[in-house]
């Protein structure tokens, strides 16, 4: 079994010298003074915000944990001010689209180095799970400057990889003739996307895909147990966002956590209601703050995942730690009596085990009623599979009492909506159209 590729990516380009957490550690810590210098003198949001935080005074993390987190709603109020550099430096912008109805969307800028750095972690990570002769297909948008298809082709150019650059995949078929044209043995999606794939051609699939990355939602367990016991696929995983540069972990050869692009970003993870620091191991909200970005580094930002480190070393015999499974967003929530929540992502394990599932949402209407449109595949009996559903979550153990008490009621409703595939990159959510009042 070969050692993660990130340890490569983290000796090669912080040149700590040794294999050693400590050293890490200095340099994290030399880097998280650097970036507070840099953003407080450039950024006209981190002056203010900062004007309390001395860099020369951040002497440990411990001292690091007073400096205040950052919010998506501070982006979302003005990204403009997060900007450290001239507008004519910005070589991408993307524009994410959030939940609210203010009509503010949230900007992250990224400057040509900082595209360059998510293309050196895409190099390195990728080799994780490719090897000499292995074809490449990517179902992300790849035709914009920096976008991540974009920086994954040139990532896997550095590599002597050959990569397709297909886009958010519109019908099966499609990408059915691709991957036989092109002689694809590797693909690198959406969770959903390769799900609905490998169920619609999935002699295609059984014959000719033997890995697949998943990145950008929450990756089922059901999912990754099909592809790998039915097609038997390799699934690997990789977590990051957009506010990361994109890329932010990727597993290793076992399959068993993300290794962090430890070079770049410091990872904590910390309460998400009190924002203290948690037991090493216990799950909790990431939040991370860049290291080397330039165009519009992040200071101890909330990401609004749930995750937590692994107490173990990896198998791979890495001297990096790894983070466990990111077990879905906070927000991807449903209060169902006071402070019981259901995830969605709990959902997703239950409802996308039966095959003839293509995708679902969840809508909450009323205080107690859960609507779950499924999209099917073809027609089935729709009683037989709602019914299994069903039973399927009143087997949520800690949610029984809420169940039998009529205190919430599931509906399950076969959605007449169009089944072509959404051309869309938006995280899948949970549409909550309850007042802001909870039970
Ligand atoms: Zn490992």
Known sequence: ????????????????????????????????????????ENSKFYREYLKDIKAEYINSFKDFKNVPFTNSKDIIQNPFRFLCVPQKNIKRVVTLKTSGTTGYEKRIYFTEKDLELTVDFFSY?????????????????????????????RALEKINIYCYVQGIMKNTSDTADIIKNKHINCIVGIPIQLLQFSRSQSSIFKDRIDKILLSSDYVPETLVNEMTDKFKTKVFTHYGMTEMGYGGAVQCETLNGYHLRENDIYFEIVDPTTGREIKYGEPGEVVFTTLKSEGMPLIRYKT??????????????????????????????????????????????????????????????????????????????????????????????????????????????????????????????????????YL
Not at 5 to 34: A, W
Not at 361 to 384: A, G, M, W
């Open 304 to 437: 609004g995942d749930i995750a937590s480190f692994s107490k173990n070393c990896c198998k791979c015999g890495s001297f990096l730690k790894t983070m466990n499974k990111v077990l879905g967003r906070i927000d991807n929530r449903f209060e169902i009596s006071s402070h019981k929540y259901i995830y969605m992502s709990q959902l997703d394990e239950i409802i996308l085990s039966f095959p003839q599932v293509m995708n679902y949402s969840l809508h909450i209407e009323d205080y107690n009623k859960i609507y779950v449109y499924l999209t099917l595949f073809n027609q089935c009996d729709f009683n037989k599979l709602s019914l299994e559903i069903l039973k399927g979550i009143k087997n949520i153990t800690f949610i029984e009492d809420e169940l039998l008490n009529n205190i919430i009621e599931f509906k399950i409703i076969n959605s007449t909506e169009d089944k072509q595939i959404k051309n869309s990159m938006l995280k899948r959510k949970i549409y909550d159209n309850r007042k802001k009042v």
């Open 125 to 153: 990570g990728m080799k994780s799970l490719v090897d000499e002769g292995d074809r490449i297909l990517v179902m992300f948008p790849g035709n914009s400057y920096g976008s991540i298809g974009y920086l994954l082709k």
């Open 1 to 40: 079994m070969k050692c993660t590729t990130i340890e490569k990516l983290i000796m090669d380009k912080t040149e700590i010298q040794y294999k050693s957490r400590k050293r890490l550690k200095e340099y994290q810590l030399h880097k998280i003074k650097e970036t507070i210098a840099y953003v407080k």
